[in-house]
């Protein structure tokens, strides 16, 4: 096949400033416990400063936690819900619910807890 | 904060009884004057204005001396809606003696409050924060002798008196030995320390230790339900208290409804054997998750015993509000209901002069949101 040869302009690649960067914006912090937990239902009361915010008191599906949380979601554990944005490329609203752990009682704590209060309860005499 | 209503802060005169019940949908208080310008208070909340106890800026607003005048602080049980900010008023209150259910004094309370000193961290506190400030605060009075020895409310145990102007009992009704034992038991179980993550203290349930008073004031008598509820074991709840021949010597004019108007907390007994007929009744709303006490079936049964029922406030949470429309957005879509904690809030007032005939009626008076039952049951139809 003859003739003349046919240009192809090859598109340039815009150059940007590099990939873009992940990040997470956080609009809401609460923080606070599971109140009482029905079958596919937990309650929490959480609080974001009590003394500049009201507390609120919200009910949500237990599939709003992961499984291993699920079962940590005892009447009194500690919770945190955060809302936010994560943006990695386009933009996703965010809601994550996740039970806080926090490391059982050593016996050193034990002791110096009961101490503490023995010595708290000791000089109180009821009538 | 002062609550709507052209009287709130005219204080009663010497010779009048007054029984105040404050509630804003998640907490109560109770405030008593003994006339001649002395007073209790039973159990405490917050104003969800001003953050402070109740009883603190009710006594402000009606100009009482707390510090001289309130003699006796009752705590009837320790869940959050009943005790929040009772330290402060006792605090306040150098000359009151506190009263505490007979629970509290046991070795497994104890552990419960050991595990306290390292759960503070935790957002939220705990009923039995109060109690440990209560404690922090008795230890402080301590070296003044003078002051009143705490007491230990148990079964038909007169708590506090007063002998003349006129003459005032103070005395409970519960919790029953059997009670105090288990409720004891109930605390042993949770054992903060065995377990796997460190959690608030949960509430006891069901509320047996829970301290129900007869106030007596001259020839009138005012019943005071706290959250004790009906058990089919007669040592327990209300049956206990039914079952004391004291009980049956009783004629109360008026009665602070338990357990927010629960029907588990509903004895009919009650009503025909320790109250007079039609006496006055109120309680406060309980709003928490999907249960809104007392609700209308509630009070159309309350309302089947005496037309003189009343509210601090219908049991409807505040809506939840954000000012980042996201956060309002995303809060109200994840969760399946979402409410403000405490809720609308009102004071029930009755007064009485001392010398009235025990068949005279109490003058009341609501503010704030505070309604008559009948109103509530027919705004909900």
């Given amino acids: 096949m003859g003739g003349r040869p046919i240009e192809v302009k090859i598109p340039r690649v815009k150059q940007f400033g590099g990939q873009p960067k992940e990040r997470y914006i956080l609009l809401k912090k609460y923080q606070g416990f599971v109140c009482s937990q029905g079958e596919t239902t937990f309650t929490a009361r959480l609080f974001e400063n009590a003394s500049e915010h009201p507390v609120i008191e919200a009910e949500f599906d237990l599939e709003e936690l992961s499984e291993t949380d699920r079962e940590l979601a005892v009447e009194g554990a500690a919770l945190v819900w955060t809302i936010g944005y994560h943006e990695n490329g386009p933009r996703k609203r965010e809601s994550l619910i996740y039970i806080r752990r926090r490391p059982g009682w050593t016996e050193e704590e034990s002791k110096e807890a009961k101490a503490d209060t023995e010595a708290l309860t000791s000089g109180i005499t009821w009538k | ?381």
């Fill in chain 2, 1 to 381: 904060m002062a609550l709507l209503g052209n009287n709130w802060g005219t204080p009663p005169a010497p010779e009048e009884l007054e029984v105040s019940i404050f509630g804003p949908g998640f907490g109560e208080c109770v405030i008593i004057h003994f006339g001649n310008a002395q007073w209790g208070v039973v159990d405490s909340c917050l104003d969800p204005t001003s953050k402070r106890p109740a009883a603190l800026d009710y006594f402000q607003a009606i100009r009482v001396d707390v510090e001289q005048s309130v003699l006796c602080v009752v705590a009837t049980h320790w869940h959050d809606d009943h005790i929040d900010g009772i330290s402060s008023v006792f605090e306040a209150a150098k000359r009151a003696t506190i009263i505490c259910t007979a629970a509290v004094a046991t070795e497994q309370f104890n552990t419960i409050l050991a595990s306290w000193s390292a759960m503070q961290s935790l957002p939220g506190g705990s009923g039995v924060d109060e109690l440990h400030k209560i404690l922090v605060e008795l230890r402080a009075r301590k070296p003044n002798s003078r002051l009143p020895t705490p007491v230990l409310a148990s079964a038909s145990k007169t708590l506090w008196q007063r002998t003349e102007n006129p003459p005032v009992i103070v005395k409970s009704l519960s919790p029953s030995d059997a009670a105090v034992i288990a409720a004891t038991a109930r605390l042993a179980n949770f054992a903060p320390m065995a377990s796997k993550i460190r959690r608030r203290i949960p509430d006891v349930k069901p509320n047996d230790s829970s301290v129900v008073l007869c106030v007596t004031l001259g020839p009138h008598k005012v019943l005071l339900g706290a959250d004790l509820e009906v058990r089919s074991d007669p040592a327990l709840g209300w049956k206990a208290i039914l079952e004391s021949p004291l009980t049956a010597e009783a004629e109360q004019q008026g009665f602070k409804i338990p357990h927010h108007g629960s029907q588990n907390a509903h004895s009919a007994d009650v009503w025909t054997q320790m109250l007079r007929r039609s006496p006055w009744a109120a309680t406060t709303p309980f709003v928490s998750g999907s249960v809104k006490l007392p609700d209308v079936e509630d009070c159309r049964r309350i309302l089947r015993h005496t037309p003189h029922a009343y509210l601090t406030a219908p049991p409807r949470p505040s809506k939840f509000r954000d000012p980042n429309r996201t956060v309002e957005k995303t809060v109200n879509e994840v969760a399946r209901s979402v409410h403000v904690l405490p809720g609308r809030y009102g004071h029930v007032r009755m007064r009485k002069n001392v010398a009235a005939n025990v068949d005279a009626p109490w003058n009341f008076e609501l503010f704030g949101s505070a309604v008559t039952m009948q109103d509530f049951v027919n705004l909900s139809q």
